[in-house]
């Protein structure tokens, strides 16, 4: 494909696109990870919503 | 199931972990469909190739400017409702939203270089955007500053209300006063101007890019409630390590 003389522009563009939505996707996987494992540390401790539960705990 | 069931964060959760692998899925192969229609599609006569960023600048910016309309309508359901997952909705937004503007906010200098024979320019639609990404930036710095997150809802509700005035302002832009920024060629009265040949595969690239924010802002939401839950353990663990 022959994007002509601004070919730098509209790669970079592209480029800047992608790098965009992949910190996004990378961010909100990580954030997901690390939250996990701390609901499994807490899981672990025996600590858990369901036995701690208070009535105004929504959560 | 009505909407009523959704309030429920338990319910919202196990909802979206059925949704959220067919919604990946669907933005995917709307992307595949998207890019090769781009790939087809014919240069502009006067702009040449780069007229192939338009299908991210454009997508992009509907998506900045939509990030914020969920904010505003979430914010409602904060103030109004009090609706807690109202709060999760407008905080997981906030940063999709600002990536979405940002994104749209470097495309338009790279086609604007070549176009216009500048990066930027302070005319009224580029400079109500980089307002609308700075807004992004203050709810994000707001959500962070504040403590207790039903505090923080509030706040950041009122401020988004706030804010939402200048999305009309995006939009009107352009004909409200004189800029370099082209006017409206796809939603105005009278019809698109854009050829098909453009027209289509910029349609299939918005669609892509709504699911995406979609998939993406789902996602999030998740990750706040699952923050929520954290929040209140370490509250909890902190209250029985005080002991009655």
Same mark, same amino acid.
């Given at each position: ?10 790669? /970079? ?13 990378? $961010?909100? +996987? ?14 672990? *401790? ?14 | ?25 669907? /933005? ?10 781009? &790939?087809?599609?014919?240069?502009? &006569? *006067? *702009?040449?190739? #780069? ?16 990030? $914020? ?7 409602? @359901? #904060? ?21 979405? #503007? ?9 086609? @604007? ?5 500048? &990066? ?15 807004? &992004? ?7 962070? /500053? ?13 401020? /988004? ?12 832009? +352009?004909? $409200? ?52 839950? +954290? ?5 909890? *663990?902190?209250?029985?390590?005080? @002991?009655?």
């Amino acid at each position: 494909m022959n994007f002509g003389p601004h070919a730098a522009f509209i790669i /970079t563009a592209y480029v800047v696109a992608i790098a965009v939505v992949a910190g996004l996707i990378a $961010w909100i +996987v990580l954030d997901r990870r690390h939250l996990s494992r701390i609901l499994d540390d807490f899981e672990a *401790q025996g600590i858990s919503r369901r036995s701690t539960r208070t009535d105004g705990d929504k959560w | 199931m009505s909407l009523i069931d959704l309030a429920n964060p338990s319910r919202f959760l196990a909802l979206t972990a059925r949704a959220l692998p067919w919604l990946a899925a669907a /933005t995917v192969l709307a992307f595949a469909i998207g890019i090769s229609q781009v &790939y087809l599609a014919p240069d502009d &006569y *006067q *702009q040449g190739a #780069t007229v192939k960023i338009m299908f991210i600048h454009v997508p992009a910016a509907w998506l900045g400017i939509f990030a $914020w309309i969920v904010m505003s309508v979430a914010a409602l @359901g #904060t103030l109004v409702w009090r609706h807690p997952l109202a709060d999760v909705a407008a905080k997981a937004a906030a940063p999709i939203g600002a990536a979405f #503007t940002l994104m749209c906010l470097v495309t338009g200098s790279l086609w @604007g270089r070549p176009m216009w024979g500048t &990066y930027w320019v302070w005319d009224a639609r580029l400079t109500s955007v980089l307002v609308l990404f700075l807004m &992004y930036l203050g709810v994000i710095a707001l959500w962070r /500053t504040i403590d207790d997150p039903a505090q923080a809802a509030r706040t950041a509700a009122i401020l /988004t209300l706030v804010g939402a005035i200048n999305i009309p302002i995006i939009k009107f832009s +352009v004909d $409200w006063w004189n800029t370099l920024h082209q006017p409206a060629s796809v939603f105005r009265l009278g019809g698109s101007t854009i050829h098909p040949a453009i027209l289509v595969p910029l349609i299939v690239m918005a669609v892509a890019f709504t699911l995406l924010f979609l998939t993406l802002h789902l996602a999030a939401m998740r990750n706040e409630i699952m923050r929520r839950r +954290v929040r209140t353990l370490m509250m909890l *663990q902190a209250g029985a390590r005080m @002991g009655p």
